[in-house]
């Protein structure tokens, strides 16, 4: 069974510019979450998106969205790059978001902002 | 709010030492509790993982009780291996709350694993 898949696996971008991040769940799970982890930060969620709907997001401003298709797959969008937003993204899927069933992580887009 | 605290690392140790990785929790409502474990250029994988007090998560040798008198999931391992440095994260999730569908983690702690 394949696991959760995120590309591009690395991504530089420049300060001000957009950047576009994928992810393609587990088959089956419906339930697809992001998380940062920065440089002394740790890890931090993002996003929760469950059947297409955004279901909990975390304390990140607005320049941070995305999407879920109805194939479940997954974007996370991040406008007017910051340097901070400079981190591994992770992208996770579970088979539902009650919050009792595991989630499970893909290898991360490394994203640069210079 | 619910959070979690990890002890300090890194924590080095020779192979076949005894292993254990403190988890202390404040939690709102019920949580679930989880290890997951980080090699070097990887993303996470779940090593294993409790959903209610007194239950023991196992995996790969490795072990975590679900102690909600302690309020605590430590993790501990018996025997060491080289290929067991990694960074460890204790995560909680809390069903029904506002932070539903979110994992907390703690701040991870590296081990080291010396021959």
């Known amino acids: 069974e394949a696991g959760v898949t995120q590309s591009p696996t690395h991504l530089i971008k420049t300060r001000g510019q957009q950047a576009t991040l994928r992810c393609s769940p587990i088959?089956?799970?419906?339930?697809v979450y992001w998380y940062q982890q920065a440089l002394g930060l740790g890890l931090q969620f993002l996003l929760w998106?469950?059947?297409?709907?955004?279901?909990n997001r975390g304390n990140f401003p607005p320049r941070f969205s995305g999407r879920q298709f109805p194939n479940y797959s997954s974007e996370l969008n991040v406008n007017a790059l910051e340097l901070e937003d400079s981190a591994l993204y992770l992208c996770?899927?579970?088979?539902?978001?009650?919050?009792?069933?595991?989630?499970?992580f893909g290898p991360g887009t490394r994203l640069t902002v210079t | 709010g619910d959070s979690v605290t990890q002890m300090e690392g890194p924590v080095t140790l020779s192979e076949e030492a005894f292993l254990t990785i403190n988890c202390t929790y404040t939690a709102t409502g019920y949580p679930s509790l989880f290890w997951y474990v980080q090699y070097p250029g990887e993303g996470l994988q779940l090593l294993l993982k409790a959903t209610k007090a007194d239950d023991k998560g196992s995996n790969k040798g490795f072990e975590a009780t679900y102690r909600k008198e302690t309020t605590s999931f430590h993790l501990e391992k018996g025997s060491v291996q080289v290929s067991d440095s990694a960074v460890y994260f204790c995560a909680l999730s809390v069903p029904g709350s506002s932070n539903t569908g979110k994992l907390i983690f703690g701040q991870g702690t590296t081990l080291q694993v010396k021959p």
């Open positions: 088959s089956g799970h419906t339930s």
């Open positions: 996770a899927s579970s088979l539902v978001g009650s919050g009792s069933y595991e989630q499970y």
């Open positions: 998106y469950d059947e297409g709907e955004e279901r």
